[in-house]
């Protein structure tokens, strides 16, 4: 067994992708996560323990429980426009917690962090690709929560041994092939989740927002960066603290840009659903165009991405989409967390003892739905050809 890390908001969508991933190259993985998100069923691998940033005693005691290498810390809010109705509790949750847990650092004497950041940091952008020394001026509470967690842990590790890798996250889309693990919230806005669900006719039509910035077709260009690669950034990016590595800011995309329109045309000839699109005004805060220059990540960490591909992020977002519509539709409706549920081995280390009674009143009633898993190789397989079947029978139209 490796060295053991601790994983705040393991069991939300990222999260999950790396903690997987920590558990292949043999990790021993402690998550901490409140599941306000996060589902429990997303936790394939260590323990999980389920607590909020905010409660400091609780924390301590897990870091004098154990004895960490590394943190990698992905628990946060991450929506922009819900920063901007409360942004006190975005700077609650993401930049005081962030303290909290480097106060926790300092004291158990742990010296390495990853943490998850945003190009939101960068705000309204004049030249692409961003670079990771472009100036960060967020435009939004989020973006600004985020960059002043980005401040601490500098400030931190100049006065102190912390080595940390702060990573920029562009446009994170897809989901794992195996179909264990996506993005699960109900109220996703991103593009390819609005995508898909008008796809799945779970949304009668969807949305572009602006047909009028100055990009080619008129609408925003962003950088989508597969989940699965995102995730072996943070595993190259642990190797590279364990190897000694000095402190790192670095972009997460492709430096590849897809149009909304490109996007969507996509979703329509991958699920061969031809869903109304609506032409309405840009969203506040929108920047036209946004890409990640990536030479830093690859020169500095060698990372080398598999799924630079918009139609293998939109394969697994749609086959992802649709596997949770089925299992919704079917009345698949068995509790994740039953003994026969195979998704979450982690958990049952976490929760010996009376897992059903202390998870229960934890669990939103949304998790009860997970079995998904089980027809995911049947939904994907028959995808391209099936897809538009398979959603006649479920919606009967
Ligand atoms: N869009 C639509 N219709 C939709 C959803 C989105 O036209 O239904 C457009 C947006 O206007 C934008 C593009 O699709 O032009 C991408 O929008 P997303 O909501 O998918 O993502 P954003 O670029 O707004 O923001 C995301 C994350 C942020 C992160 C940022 C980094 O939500 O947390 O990427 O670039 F900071």
């Known amino acids: 067994m490796k060295n053991k890390v601790l994983v705040t908001g393991g069991a939300g969508y990222i999260g999950s992708h790396v903690v997987r991933q920590l558990g292949e190259m043999n990790y021993d993985v402690v998550v ?64 005081r917690n962030t303290l909290n847990l480097l106060r926790c650092c300092s004291v158990m004497n742990v010296n390495q962090i990853i943490f998850s950041s945003t190009a939101a940091v960068y705000g309204e952008v004049g030249e ?41 996250y562009f446009n994170v889309a897809g989901a794992e092939p195996g179909g264990r693990l996506g993005q699960i919230s109900l109220n996703a806005t991103h593009l390819i989740a ?35 690669d995102l995730a072996t950034a943070h595993l190259d990016a642990l190797r ?17 840009g897809y149009s ?27 920047p036209a165009c946004v890409t990640a220059c990536a030479d830093k990540i690859s020169k500095v960490l060698g990372w080398l991405p ?7 992020i939109v394969h697994t977002s749609l086959a992802w989409e649709m596997s949770r519509v089925c299992s919704l539709s079917l009345g698949l409706t068995s509790n994740a967390l039953s003994p026969s549920c195979s998704l979450a081995p982690g958990i049952s280390a976490a ?17 009860n739905v997970a079995t998904f898993h089980e027809l995911y190789p049947f939904i994907y397989l028959g995808l391209l050809d099936k897809l538009q079947s398979v959603r006649s029978k479920i919606f009967k139209d």
Not at 139 to 150: C, Q, T
């Open 351 to 367: 929760i010996t003892g009376q897992p059903k009674r202390l998870y229960s009143s934890h669990i939103p009633d949304y998790w």
């Open 194 to 228: 609005a995508a898909c669900n008008a796809a799945l006719k779970r949304k009668s039509a969807m949305q572009i927002y602006g047909t009028d910035f100055p990009t080619p077709d008129g609408t925003g260009i962003r950088d989508y960066i597969h989940v699965e």
């Open 128 to 168: 692409n690709p961003v670079t990771e020394s472009t100036l960060t001026s967020p435009i939004n509470p989020y973006g600004r929560s985020k960059l002043m967690s980005e401040w601490l842990i500098q400030d931190y590790a100049a006065a102190s041994s912390l080595r940390y890798v702060i990573l920029r």
């Open 32 to 95: 901490y996560d409140n599941c306000s998100t996060g589902s429990p069923t997303s936790v394939l691998h260590g323990e999980l323990i389920i607590g909020d940033l905010a409660d400091t005693e609780h924390l301590y005691q897990v870091f004098a429980k154990h004895q960490f290498s590394a943190v990698l810390h992905f628990a946060a809010s991450l929506s922009v426009p819900e920063s901007v109705a409360r942004p006190l509790d975005y700077y609650a949750n993401n930049t």
């Open 306 to 312: 598999l799924y630079n591909d918009l139609d293998k």
């Open 260 to 286: 909304v329109r490109q996007v969507i045309e996509r979703v329509k000839a991958i699920s061969g659903v031809d869903f109304p699109v609506i032409e309405t005004d840009r969203r506040p805060g929108d």
């Open 240 to 256: 590279y603290l364990e190897e000694n590595g000095e402190s790192q800011i670095l972009n997460c995309g492709y430096g590849q």
